[in-house]
């Protein structure tokens, strides 16, 4: 079992940055690919970005590529989105998710734990 709590979100406005965090236990962190999900109202959850168990590789939407950042410190079991240049339309909850595969997947279905989600508003 793996348990996910993630943390940082808010209310920022159009242009905006915010760093959510998310902190893992339960399973040696480093055997983990992790990822960051986002829900918005009336919307399913979509991919964000995700990166490997040893940070190399990294995978990101198109819709955030050169704004936001994911990063991971094994050494504190936790993963990072540093999110700049924030929109309205990136207004969601955000979701911390844990996989056991080597290449960090797109899909939520590659992903078994999760946790509560933070909810990021970004106002314009």
């Known amino acids: 079992q793996v348990q996910l709590v993630e943390s940082g979100g808010g209310l920022v406005q159009d242009g905006g940055s915010l760093r959510l965090s998310c902190a893992a236990s339960g399973r040696t962190f480093s055997s983990l690919a992790m990822a960051w999900f986002r829900q918005a109202p009336g919307k399913e959850r979509e991919f964000v970005t995700a990166?490997?168990?040893?940070?190399?590789?990294?995978n990101y939407a198109d819709s955030v590529k050169g704004r936001f950042t994911i990063s991971r410190d094994n050494a504190k079991n936790m993963v990072y989105l540093q999110m700049n240049s924030l929109k309205p339309e990136d207004t969601a909850v955000y979701y911390c998710?844990?996989?056991?595969?080597?290449?960090?997947?797109?899909?939520?279905?590659?992903?078994?734990?999760w946790g509560q989600g933070t909810q990021v508003t970004v106002s314009s």
């Open positions: 990166i490997s168990k040893n940070g190399f590789l990294t």
């Open positions: 998710a844990a996989s056991g595969a080597v290449v960090p997947p797109r899909a939520t279905y590659g992903y078994d734990y």
